[in-house]
């Protein structure tokens, strides 16, 4: 059994339509580029990520 994938490397705003890439080198998100476009969405927006719930990047299985 493969174990399932629990960190995304992708993200998006169910808010303003940003969306971000995981930058596994730098740790960090970034804006993901999509058909040569930034995914920025909007600067103000209190993102609501669409991975919410769904993943707990630092859970430890027991
Ligand atoms: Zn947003």
Redesign the pocket.
Same mark, same amino acid.
């Given at each position: 059994m493969e174990p399932q994938l629990r960190r995304p490397t992708r993200r998006a705003?169910e !808010? &303003?339509g !940003?969306v971000e890439r995981w930058d596994a080198d730098a740790a960090t998100w970034r804006v993901a580029t999509e058909d040569g476009e930034k995914q920025i969405?909007?600067p103000f &927006?209190i993102?609501?990520w669409d991975i919410n719930g769904r993943f707990a990047p630092f859970e430890e299985m027991v």
């Open positions: 705003c !808010r &303003c !940003r969405g909007s &927006c993102h609501e």
